[in-house]
């Protein structure tokens, strides 16, 4: 364990009432062992002059990761408040970080799961202060570098860069961003937006944070801090960028298909039609990336009706995405096109 402050020695800067947390840290974990320590610390690293909570749920891990939550909590009680499920709920088709979100008592969520973590000790204190000044902003984000499963920083890749100044990013530029848009580990969004999110987030969603940052976005959009603070790992075992590789059945492609369309459509309707040329944009996008998986995987009339809806969403398609559809058009070139390398198939989405 790493030498830190004490839970007395971060408490003694705040100016605010300890009972009344300004931000309220969700976290998630399963089975991240190797990470979950350092993602701890740099929680317990933030130097900031409110109270903040540290809310940790973790899935029924089966290795050593609920152990060392329970180290850290037993030196940081009146911090670190961990629920331990003995029943994994993600395989139940439960949303994880919805558990958190119904127990926070800040008014702001800062959101990191277990495996990525922040470097930044004024992460929190910088991040509520910009919102303060935003008041009608409901959600703010930060780049993120991007780390392998080894530890290994990519600094020359970073998650959603968008310069050096901060900027309001419009509802529309979120709806198109998709799932990686803003990284995960860099999302503070005001609690009542996530104590008001619809029916069908809970059942129909495929990847919650993609929705959230759409329905925190509108209508006043999305904060941007230019500044780097945090780190998002990728392909770590369990995560979701893990797990969207194993997802190579014809069903569970065509299941996804069915849900992002479900939702964007429903995100649509509740926005009342603002942003439908940006949602049915994200729609045929959705279809094309998916129809390109389930060529991949040799789900061919899957892949024919995922390419047949797409005109039904008159998306503005790129050259390479034009010159796709239009061998989609000729069966006989369907064999070509799966022999396609997948470095060529990335650059059609």
Not at 86 to 95: A, I, Q, R, V, W
Not at 101 to 110: E, H, I, P
Not at 228 to 254: A, F, H, Q
Not at 329 to 341: A, C, E, F, T
Request: glycine share 4%; hydrophobic share 35%.
């Amino acid at each position: 364990m790493k030498k830190l402050k004490t839970e007395e020695q971060i408490i003694i800067g705040w100016k605010e009432d300890f009972n009344k947390p300004v931000v309220s840290i969700c976290c998630t974990t399963y089975n991240i062992e190797s990470y979950i320590e350092k993602t701890l610390e740099s929680f317990l690293i933030q130097e900031t002059d409110f109270p903040f909570e540290i809310l940790i749920y973790d899935d029924a891990s089966t290795d050593k990761t609920a152990k060392i939550i329970s180290e850290y909590e037993a030196k940081y009680p009146k911090l670190i408040k961990p629920i331990y499920q003995t029943e994994n709920k993600l395989s139940k088709g439960m949303k994880p970080s919805t558990f958190n979100f119904s127990r926070a008592n800040g008014a702001y969520v800062a959101i990191c799961d277990g495996d990525d973590f922040w470097f930044s000790a004024d992460k929190l204190q910088v991040q509520i202060e910009l919102m303060k000044r935003y008041p009608d902003i409901n959600i703010s984000f930060h780049s993120s570098y991007l780390s392998d499963a080894h530890n290994n920083i990519i600094k020359n890749k970073l998650i959603n860069n968008n310069g050096n100044e901060i900027k309001i990013i419009s509802p529309e530029e979120v709806i198109l961003g998709g799932g990686e848009f803003m990284p995960t580990s860099s999302l503070m969004i005001k609690t009542k937006i996530l104590n008001s999110l619809p029916e069908w987030f809970y059942k129909d969603a495929p990847v919650g944070d993609v929705y959230i940052q759409m329905i925190s976005s509108i209508p006043n959009g999305a904060l941007y801090l230019p500044k780097l603070r945090g780190v998002y790992r990728v392909n770590v075992l369990g995560s979701w960028t893990s797990r969207k590789n194993d997802y190579r059945s014809c069903e569970s492609i065509n299941k996804e298909a069915v849900n992002r369309e479900k939702c964007h459509l429903a995100l649509n309707v509740s926005s009342k039609e603002i942003y439908k040329r940006s949602f049915y944009d994200a729609i045929a996008r959705n279809l094309l990336s998916l129809s390109v998986r389930a060529l991949s995987n040799n789900c061919s009339e899957l892949f024919k009706t995922l390419i047949n809806k797409i005109s039904g969403y008159k998306s503005d398609l790129n050259i390479i995405q034009k010159i796709f559809m239009l061998f989609c058009n000729y069966p006989k070139l369907l064999k070509i096109l799966i022999k396609i390398p997948l470095k060529i198939k990335d650059k059609i989405i």
